[in-house]
């Protein structure tokens, strides 16, 4: 058993384990702290920064899902510094990829869309780029839209960690990357692929979903991996 | 108290947000007593007049006529409203965007199996390289995004803009609603 | 760990045998001519001047007096191939083999060859201080007997006989060495925290992923002393207590990968690496690690998982390398020159080594002094040397009367310097001072006819190229950023652009994920800073005072360069 800290989440006392994040102890407490890459049962990167919060005496923002929690410390979830940065951060991932909501098999269960509504952006102020992007629908029974893709690498890493097969990775650099299967091939062609479907469940967009789902009809359940997380806890 | 002026403009757009504004229903007649409807797809008004208080603009900014339309309008109105995905964000009619406005030209007049296949020359815009939501063209006052935003939404919005308030777009509405 | 074993290894007697041996062999020798091996002198052909030099010298008999190495780098790329000859000190510069026949008749003449003679008492050498470029030019990279023979692998063997480990991260924390990558982190607080932490086994890195754009100070180190960066290694490792090193060098430094892996090949050989290292029961090993060539494999977490096979991409810190680096194992993460370092302040002192430099920053730095400047190259200089003396003494001042505009250190996460801070002392805190940073030290000079948004441009394009993706801020931020001032060289820039401008840079520094996105927006920041009506004439007036930009102002509309289709 580990010892036990406390902290203040906004100002309230809240009590933790000190190998919680304080993003499980934001949960635990229904402080609300924005997540894209983040998904209980797999490993945490820090990578969207949405999940930045500030805490008292450091000068950095830390990612709330990778950082632990200690003794006395005082995070702030909720600065105006915060929402401005968390805003064009979202703002930016629409200018990134192609994501047109009214015609999306996600709308409505989308956590960009989510994301976006959260922060009540009501338009993006920085310009589109109109990536071109492919859509890989080589495969059986799931589609990969590359236009909605967000690059939280949720679908490479429940692939990698709790399929164990691998299939998705990341080819190159900035914002030229993209998830790849195998070795940059069609979907429908990967010989790793067990067609387990994790990765479909685990997108927080549109961007792997089934084939015959129409506008709105793709609703992912990543809760799969939560309940996986907790057998694999009990198991221990 | 003295009538606001209120437009509407169809831009690129399939014109499901005026339908949504009409389903706003018996309403109408509340928001007909603060306001008169001076240039709308829905009334038989040719020019677009000066000294509007509110224009709901429809549509993406897609070819050089919705470009000079909107310029005009612009000059011309005092709160100028983004009203819809299209004009917001440029919705379905920006998917283009990422082929470029050539292949969509090839695709509707070249493909298909036609007797003479040819490219429009003069009854149709000239199309832009690139469809622009209508903020970056212009200076938008208010966005109300939607596909369409709900009359709900609409009612509410244009209330809150004719009795002078804020309006609070974000309560009711997001992209692709 | 300092017990003796009995003396059946190759003990330190066997070392000073070497030594002996390599002197006296030189000895025979009434001259030893150097030709540098360097990159820049090898792009230049020095490869062939050395060959026909040797050639000359046993056609006329002098094989038995006169020896020809491949040397080092003097620092004076720009008059590359060049050639010194010892014990003379004799520099010629813009040799090439036909050269060679006047250079051996002049051997032992009072007066060295007027046309190609490069004198070594001006300012360029005068007002540098060598340490990390020690005996440049004349010794043999690619024997350890003659890095042995000039007092290589002394310090070695100090430290693994007469000091324990403590001793000597308690010698470095004393003589006051930060890291020479760019962040000037205190490197004796780095090794005790690698030494303290648990774990088993604890490993060793050298980072000499070099990549800001004109920089080539590690690679010169790699190229001409890899001995002397093999035994800062050992010593690391044996004062943090590690049994493996990595030297990771990006795969388009060829000639430092060979030089490195050849060095520790003769180092394993004379048991200088390998178990019961100069016969004490210290063990350690160096492997060389290609990289692939990705600026952000020079972030110490990405490098790391590069190391590992995985794809270069940084996590989070904390945990920081020291307490789990390289397969979760505390590691000990420095840079080539940092590294480079070592032997000198084991050997001399930390005293001595405190002496140099400012308060807070101790000992030298290799500058690459490069762009618009009469004598570029690389030179090492003390800390708290000014910004006007690297120029105006050491580099030679501007080339054709042009005046001084800024000059760019760390690269593209660094700043740049206007001529109002051309008396700024070059340390850590000074630079940070005014929105630079120290950095690896490419130093980047450039004149009137610089267009500062242009070079703010080029910076950010090359972030832009090199993020890894992974973190949204940097990945999309830097394209953002890139976009506007592209618009904004291009004439279709609007004031609020400008807005947009500062506000993505400030999220791109405070929420970017590792150092390469945090720091991608200081050249933009930093020439705003002191640039600021540049911008603004680009935007505002539609021109640019440098004349570089070609400025076509349009309509924000018809950015996309293309016409409206019909």
Redesign the interface.
């Known amino acids: 058993m580990s010892g036990v800290v406390t902290l203040k989440i906004n100002g309230i006392d809240v009590g933790a384990q000190e190998n919680e994040t304080i993003l499980d102890v934001a949960r635990e407490n229904d402080i609300f702290i924005p997540t894209l890459c983040y998904l209980e049962g797999l490993s945490r990167i820090g990578a969207c920064r949405l999940c930045l919060v500030e805490v008292k005496g450091i000068s950095k923002l830390l990612p709330a899902c990778a950082t632990t929690v200690a003794e006395g410390m005082e995070v702030f979830t909720d600065t105006d510094r915060l929402r401005k940065y968390r805003r064009l951060i979202v703002e930016m991932l629409f200018t990134e990829g192609n994501h047109v909501c009214s015609v999306c098999v996600a709308n409505g269960h989308c956590e960009l869309q989510t994301l976006a509504q959260q922060h009540e952006i009501d338009y993006v102020s920085l310009p589109y780029l109109y990536p071109q992007r492919t859509v890989d629908a080589s495969h059986e029974r799931f589609v990969f839209d590359h236009n909605r893709c967000v690059l939280c690498t949720r679908c490479v890493r429940v692939c990698d960690e709790v399929e164990g097969a691998h299939t998705w990775d990341i080819r190159g650099r900035g914002i030229e990357s993209g998830v790849i299967t195998d070795l940059n091939q069609p979907w429908g062609t990967s010989v790793t692929c067990t067609s387990c479907g994790k990765c479909v469940q685990a997108c927080p967009t549109g961007a792997l979903f089934m084939k015959g789902k129409s506008v709105g009809e793709m609703v992912h359940s990543p809760s799969f991996l939560t309940f996986l997380a907790q057998m694999r806890e009990a198991k221990k | 108290m003295t009538k606001k002026r209120l437009a509407t403009v169809w831009l690129d757009g399939c014109s499901g947000c005026h339908m949504s504004f009409l389903d706003i229903d018996e309403r109408l007649l509340l928001l007909a007593d603060k306001l008169d409807l001076v240039y709308s797809p829905l009334v038989d008004q040719k020019t677009f007049p000066d000294k509007v208080d509110i224009t709901l603009v429809e549509g993406a900014v897609s070819s050089?006529e919705d470009?000079h339309k909107i310029q005009h309008i612009r000059a011309h109105t005092r709160i100028l409203v983004?009203f819809g995905?299209c004009a917001?964000?440029?919705?379905?009619p920006?998917?283009r965007?990422?082929?470029?406005?050539?292949s969509v030209?090839r695709r509707a007049y070249m493909e298909p199996d036609l007797i003479n296949p040819q490219?429009?020359?003069d009854v149709?815009p000239?199309?832009?390289?690139?469809v622009?939501?209508v903020?970056?063209?212009v200076k938008?006052d208010v966005?109300?995004?939607g596909?369409p935003p709900s009359a709900d939404t609409i009612f509410s919005v244009v209330s809150d803009l004719l009795s002078g308030k804020s309006p609070e777009?974000?309560t009711s509405t997001?992209?692709?609603a | 760990m300092t017990t003796k074993l009995p003396q059946s290894q190759l003990p330190e007697e066997e070392i000073l045998r070497v030594a002996e041996q390599e002197q006296e062999e030189k000895s025979q020798y009434q001259r030893h001519i150097y030709v540098c091996m360097g990159a820049a002198c090898l792009a230049a052909g020095s490869a062939t001047v050395k060959d026909s030099l040797s050639e000359v010298v046993d056609q006329n008999g002098f094989a038995g007096r006169c020896a020809v190495h491949g040397g080092g780098c003097r620092g004076l790329c720009a008059e590359g191939p060049t050639v010194t000859i010892e014990p003379d000190d004799v520099l010629y510069g813009k040799i090439t083999p036909q050269d060679a026949p006047d250079i051996i008749k002049n051997l032992g003449k009072k007066r060295p060859l007027e046309r190609l003679h490069r004198p070594t008492d001006r300012p360029f050498f005068l007002r540098q201080q060598r340490i990390v470029l020690e005996l440049a030019g004349k010794v043999n990279s690619e024997r350890i007997e003659d890095y042995i023979a000039s007092g290589g692998y002394k310090s070695l063997l100090k430290a693994v006989h007469e000091m324990s480990p403590v001793e000597v991260i308690n010698e470095i924390t004393r003589s006051g060495l930060r890291g020479r990558g760019g962040a000037g982190y205190s490197t004796g607080l780095k090794w005790r925290t690698v030494a303290k932490a648990d774990g088993h086994p604890k490993y060793v890195i050298c980072n000499g992923d070099e990549g800001d754009p004109g920089a080539f100070m590690d690679r010169s180190v790699m190229d001409d002393y890899p001995f002397r960066l093999l035994e800062g290694i050992t010593i690391a490792a044996y004062a943090v207590g590690a049994e493996q090193g990595y030297v990771y060098i990006r795969a388009e430094y060829p000639l430092s990968v060979r030089r490195v892996q050849n060095a520790i090949r003769q180092a394993q050989r004379l048991n200088l690496l390998g178990n019961q290292i100069a016969g004490t029961a210290f063990n350690f090993d160096v492997q060389v690690r290609v990289g692939a060539g990705a600026f952000v494999c020079g972030e110490e977490t990405a490098l790391i998982a590069s190391i590992e096979g995985k794809r270069g991409q940084p996590r989070p810190r904390p945990p920081y390398p020291a307490t789990a680096g390289l397969w979760g194992k505390p590691t000990l993460i420095n840079n080539v020159e940092t590294f480079a370092n070592i032997p000198a302040i084991i050997r001399n002192g930390a005293d001595w080594f405190a002496s140099i430099g400012t308060e807070k920053s101790k000992g030298t730095k290799v500058f690459a002094l490069t762009g618009n400047i009469n004598h570029s190259g690389l030179i090492e200089v003390p800390m708290g040397i000014t910004l006007r003396e690297i120029i105006y003494d050491i580099g030679g001042g501007i080339p054709n009367g042009k005046r001084f505009k800024a000059a760019q250190t760390g690269g593209p996460s660094g700043g740049c310097i206007p001529e109002e801070h051309l008396d700024i002392s070059m340390d850590y805190e000074s630079l940070a001072g005014i929105g630079s940073i120290m950095g690896s030290g490419g130093l980047i000079v450039m004149d009137e006819d610089s267009c500062m948004v242009n070079v703010a441009k080029y910076f950010m394009e090359f972030c832009m190229t090199e993020s890894c993706g992974k973190c949204i801020p940097c990945r999309v931020g830097t394209a953002q950023i890139y976009r506007i001032l592209d618009n904004t060289t291009r004439g279709t820039a609007t004031l609020s652009d400008l807005e947009q401008l500062e506000m993505l840079c400030d999220m791109v520094r405070h929420t970017s994920l590792c150092g390469l996105g945090q720091a991608a927006p200081n050249p933009v920041l930093s020439t705003l800073r002191f640039f600021r009506d540049e911008y603004l004439m680009h935007i505002v007036e539609k021109r640019c005072p440098a004349g570089v930009c070609h400025l076509h102002p349009e309509p924000a509309l018809y950015n996309d360069t293309k016409e409206s289709v019909r």
Not at chain 2, 97 to 102: H, I, P, Q, T, W
Not at chain 2, 126 to 130: K, N
Request: proline share 10%; with cysteine.
């Open positions: 050089e470009l983004a995905d917001v964000t440029g919705n379905v920006s998917l965007n990422s082929v470029g406005a050539e030209l490219f429009p020359t149709i000239a199309l832009l390289p690139v622009r939501p903020h970056a063209v938008v966005h109300i995004p596909c777009v974000m997001h992209f692709g």
